[in-house]
């Protein structure tokens, strides 16, 4: 299964990256523009809408036009894990009823010397398109890295003080 991955270092504490992400404002904050995010229902693990923090067994409606381009795909994210422990943070939200057959991503933040965050995407996915998709499925990366890369630079731009 392809796999993409993406460091980087925000000069910022720790438990401020974490709270940022853990609520659907930064998801939007985050998303680039060209992708023309739209969040439609959130919920949390209890059926309540729009939940402070997004928690294990909360869930996120939400569709992209990237570029402007095609139709809306629409699709629900699902957070399927979320720990805190000493010094890290991660959740795993999973793609349903999505464009992509498989789409799994961990966000991982780690404390770093100097009060600094190590934040990692690691995203796990398959290509629509049966074999055709996983017969290009590496080239993924051509799309996922500019999205990832803004992301990143964006939150750089937000938390760094």
Known sequence: MPTY?????????????????SRVGGLEALTP???NLEVGAVRGPDGNPDPELLMQG?????????FGVGPRQHWTSLITEREEGDGVA??????????????D???TFRAAAGGGTVI???????LPLGPLG??????GVVGFAPMFRARHQ????ILEH
């Open 33 to 35: 523009g060209f992708m």
């Open 120 to 126: 990692e995407d690691r995203l796990v996915y398959e």
């Open 134 to 139: 996983r017969l290009f499925g590496p080239l």
């Open 58 to 66: 909360s869930q996120i409606e939400m569709s992209l036009r990237p």
């Open 154 to 157: 964006r939150t750089k731009q």
């Open 90 to 103: 991660w959740f795993r939200d999973e793609m349903h009823d999505g464009p992509f057959p498989r789409w």
């Open 105 to 107: 991503h961990t966000h």
């Open 5 to 21: 991955t993406r460091r980087t270092r925000v000069d910022a504490p720790l438990a401020d990256v974490w709270a940022f992400h």
